[in-house]
């Protein structure tokens, strides 16, 4: 149980571009879900708490506009990254929260590579 | 301010070998502890999880981890390594209503054949 999925696994695009990267939890419902990157050899940072059916709560440093996110279902959240540049290359992993009542984990996705060319 | 450290960036040890990864957290209330690990180029996955209770916890694998209050750590170990067991290890602290996790720096396991 708790498994959760990111759609794509990678991505390139041109620069000017938008990306939009699926978040889902399979077995379960979701009220919560976690945005975070990784850049290569460094830890996760996390960039937005997802909310559903409520405004994404985004981390101080995170630019709101371009990092669009929207968390239509208790199953899904995506993140879209706007008019990308180069700099905006990297992993970028979900999770979800298990629903209250039970002990309070995170389910992480595989993660999204994104190369912006 | 809340943190995690994981003072090991790089550690080596030999197939069959013991190991222990440190975790050293720093957090206002009572925390919610967690090990994951993550294989190249994959997410992550949960080893194990501290909330309450018998401080030491087992999880998958054959891992398992001690939290010790007084010295703030919440060490992972593991009896017998497995060359499988290469990859990237995180410690993670949260906790609280908004249930973010703090994540350590990694530590990067390689096993020697």
């Known amino acids: 149980g708790a498994v959760v999925s990111q759609h794509p696994s990678w991505v390139i695009c041109k620069s000017g571009t938008s990306v939009k990267i699926e978040c889902r939890s399979l077995?379960?419902?979701?009220?919560?879900m976690f945005w975070y990157r990784q850049f290569p050899k460094q830890s996760l940072m996390l960039m937005a708490t997802?909310?559903?059916?409520?405004?994404?709560?985004?981390e101080q440093g995170v630019e709101k506009d371009k990092f669009l996110i929207n968390h239509a279902s208790l199953t899904l959240s995506t993140l879209t990254v706007t008019s990308a540049h180069p700099e905006d290359s990297s992993f970028y992993i979900c999770?979800?929260?298990?629903?209250?009542?039970?002990?309070?984990?995170?389910?992480f996705g595989p993660g999204t590579r994104l190369l912006v060319l | 301010a809340q943190s995690v450290t994981q003072p090991d960036i790089h550690i080596t040890v030999s197939e069959g070998a013991s190991l222990e990864l440190r975790c050293n957290y720093s957090?206002?209330?009572?925390?919610?502890l967690f090990w994951y690990v993550q294989s190249p180029g994959q997410g992550l996955q949960l080893l194990l999880k501290?909330?309450?209770?018998?401080?030491l916890v087992q999880g998958i694998k054959g891992f398992e981890a001690e939290f010790k209050r007084s010295q703030s750590s919440f060490n992972l170990r593991k009896p017998s390594v497995h060359w499988s067991d290469a990859a990237e290890y995180f410690c993670?602290?949260?906790?609280?209503?908004?249930?973010?996790?703090?994540f350590g720096t990694g530590t990067l396991l390689a096993v020697q054949p």
């Open positions: 999770s979800a929260r298990v629903p209250l009542g039970s002990t309070e984990t995170q389910y």
């Open positions: 077995d379960f419902q979701a009220t919560t």
């Open positions: 997802s909310n559903e059916g409520s405004k994404a709560t985004y």
């Open positions: 957090y206002g209330a009572t925390p919610y």
């Open positions: 501290y909330f309450s209770g018998d401080t």
């Open positions: 993670a602290v949260g906790g609280g209503a908004t249930n973010k996790l703090i």
